[in-house]
């Protein structure tokens, strides 16, 4: 079934450009020819950490390395769709909006070449596996921390240790990662770790590395860029605030779907390619809200960003946005009960003391 597979793949790979992927081959060729692939272009630049550059040294030729490409692609989107699928209602339809999502980026996305798909993927399906006991921490830890080698975002992923374990051992994993990305990065490539955060530059609506996101949209709209980050952790703050408040109502498959989207939208680098992964967990949570008011309006606003340009943003994908977050917190704050003040702390160090039931079961 795979070479079928491969084939058809390989086909559209010459009808589709893959802009992503060739900016991984032109840094490549960059580091062969001027050893630094930190350079200026016209086009997408790139802009990993040089610890990256451990996995382009393994592209001795394009095309065995674009089919890898695909083949783990294809093979994490449908572990994807799995794990966070736990009934089959879920799964019928998690899989064509992950398909179709945010007109049709979803399979748009893997034709680009966009390794983020990869990783999201990954991290997926490792927080799945830590989540449901699978894996110990270590194990996880050193998961999350090759990610964070390849894209240092990545290292978002480690709240799930926080309500797996608690607040001190997320703080121990956190400290680690970060520490050894550092070490890594400056042990190996200290003149190329020192272009790479050179090149980390910021400007309004800059999408070589804020991406299109709400940050962009803030200082698009005339705030200053310390004003814009606040915005953006009091959003997250609201999210994450709402979630503690709705935790102890929640069945443990309701907690690693909203975990997830938080873990996405910690990222302050947004693109359509984040939203995308983290719709089939926004889903899943609107499949299982107890109040179907909250399910109905909750697609109808991703429904209406579907169909509808809204024109309320300098570009579309803002719609995505506002239409994701207001379905998200419209889930939690549903769910949201009165919690004394007493008991938050506690709550907040050792979210895992809380009762939940089965992942699985659920």
Known sequence: IAFPALALFDYFYYFVRLWDFKVYLRAKESMTLTCNPYYDAESLRFIYPPSSLFVL???????????????????????????????????????????????????????????????????????????????????????????????????????????????????????????????????????LFAEFLGALKFGTHDTEIFGITLLSHFTALGLSFPVSALSHVLLIGLMFLSFLYSFETMSKLQKFCSLFILAVFINPKHITYDLMVALPALTVLLLEARKISVSLIGFGLLALASLINLEIAPEP??????????????????????????????????????????????
């Open 57 to 191: 040294h393994l592209i001795n030729g394009e095309e065995w390395f674009k089919s890898l490409y695909f083949v783990a692609t294809g093979t994490l989107w449908l572990a994807t769709a799995a794990v966070f699928c736990r009934k089959p209602l879920h799964l019928i339809i998690v899989f064509p909006v992950l398909l179709l999502a945010f007109s049709k980026q979803g399979y748009v996305t893997i034709l680009t070449g966009n390794i983020a798909t990869v990783l999201y993927f990954a991290s997926a399906v490792s927080a799945w596996a830590y989540f449901t006991n699978r894996i110990s921490t270590p194990v996880f830890a050193a998961i999350i921390l090759g990610l964070t080698l390849i894209k240092p975002f990545y290292a978002e992923f480690l709240i799930f240790i926080w309500f797996q374990r608690d607040l001190r051992t997320f703080a121990v994993a956190s400290v680690s990662v970060v520490s050894l990305f550092f070490a890594f990065n400056l042990l190996f490539y200290p003149d």
């Open 317 to 362: 994908y803002f719609q995505w946005w506002y239409s994701f977050v207001l379905a998200f917190l419209m889930v939690l704050l549903s769910d949201a009960r009165t919690m004394s003040f007493k008991k938050l702390p506690g709550l907040i160090a050792q979210p895992s003391s809380a009762n939940h039931t089965d992942f699985n079961a659920t």
